[in-house]
């Protein structure tokens, strides 16, 4: 059985989730995770790293379902979270990347494997 690490291998090393290391991101198709002290709450894939890590940064909940993922965690009883909320929740993370030619399948994997809270729904087994 892969642990963790195992199945992260080809990824970034864990860093800070703030604009800065977005800035350095590559703008290639890839897969990203978001940590939350050290467990993967979240796989996403994209074809462009760098746009898609931006927007989960400064988008909103029709942008991005870890937005309102994190809007549902951090709602309270009459007082929805704001934008500044999720970027500033988001932003006390880490995120993880690697650039691949199949990000579908390889995010398809890794939510299957590691069931990180934030995806809406695992994908069936084939």
Request: net charge neutral; no cysteine; aromatic share 6%.
């Amino acid at each position: 059985m892969l642990d963790t690490e195992d199945l992260l291998a080809g990824f970034t090393p864990a860093l800070p989730y703030t604009m800065e290391v977005v800035a350095g991101a590559p703008a290639a198709p890839g897969v990203h995770l978001v940590l939350d002290g050290g467990v993967v709450v979240y796989v996403g894939y994209t074809g462009n790293l760098r746009a898609r890590l931006r927007q989960h940064l400064t988008g909103n909940r029709d942008s991005s379902v870890l937005h309102d993922q994190v809007g549902l965690l951090l709602d309270t009883p009459g007082q929805a979270a704001t934008r500044d909320d999720i970027a500033g929740w988001l932003g006390r993370r880490e995120v993880r990347w690697q650039e691949t030619d199949n990000p579908e399948g390889t995010k398809e994997a890794l939510v299957l494997a590691l069931r990180p809270r934030f995806n809406r729904q695992v994908p069936r087994s084939r």
